[in-house]
């Protein structure tokens, strides 16, 4: 019987102890989510340290470094600075062919922008087949998000274009 009420003591010790444990865990990982709320996220600190921020788009427009590419986009499209990001993009796109700035470039033309001054949103011919250029043009270049987006904008296997069908496109009167 002591055998019993000692094995049932531990127990009951060991139970408490990792409830405990368990309860202090979830208690950081909620000041963790707060302090993300509530202070400066990352990509907003990039953004706003001057430094750090040149520094990335010397190597991504300078050497044709995709991690810093990549790095300083995302902090770019987190704190909603699109129009800004287009100009760096069409660069890396072009001088280094940069499947994610083609596809940050199909973003941006496809995608609500509000302005102090408008709400912006592009529905014309020529801006969606240049969107969908820089969208096929990504995929082509093997970037994993722009095939998704294609399998969920046209469906699975039923696109047979390519980005030389809206750049022709684009050229047509």
């Known amino acids: 019987m002591k ?12 139970l408490i ?3 405990c444990n368990n309860k ?9 989510r707060e302090q993300g709320v509530i202070g400066v996220p990352y990509f907003t600190k990039l ?13 991504a427009i300078g050497s044709g470094d995709f991690r810093a590419y990549n ?13 800004e ?7 890396m796109a072009n001088k280094y062919h940069c499947p994610e700035a083609y596809y940050d470039m199909y973003v941006i033309l496809t995608h609500h922008v509000s302005t102090t001054e408008m709400d912006l949103i592009s529905n014309d011919k020529d801006t969606k087949n240049l969107a969908f250029y820089y ?24 696109s047979q274009a390519n980005s030389s069908f809206y750049l022709k496109q684009l050229m047509k009167p």
């Open 71 to 83: 790095k300083i986009s995302v902090a770019y499209i987190m704190s909603d600075l699109n129009v």
């Open 47 to 59: 953004v706003n340290n001057e430094k750090e921020r040149t520094r990335l788009w010397k190597a």
């Open 135 to 158: 969208l096929f043009r990504a995929s082509e270049l093997g970037f994993t998000d722009a095939k998704e987006t294609i399998k969920w904008t046209f469906g699975k296997g039923k």
């Open 3 to 14: 055998k019993v009420i000692t094995l049932f003591s531990i127990s009951l010790v060991a």
């Open 17 to 19: 102890f990792l409830a």
């Open 24 to 32: 202090k865990e979830k208690e950081q990982n909620k000041r963790d």
């Open 85 to 91: 990001l287009y100009y760096y993009s069409l660069i």
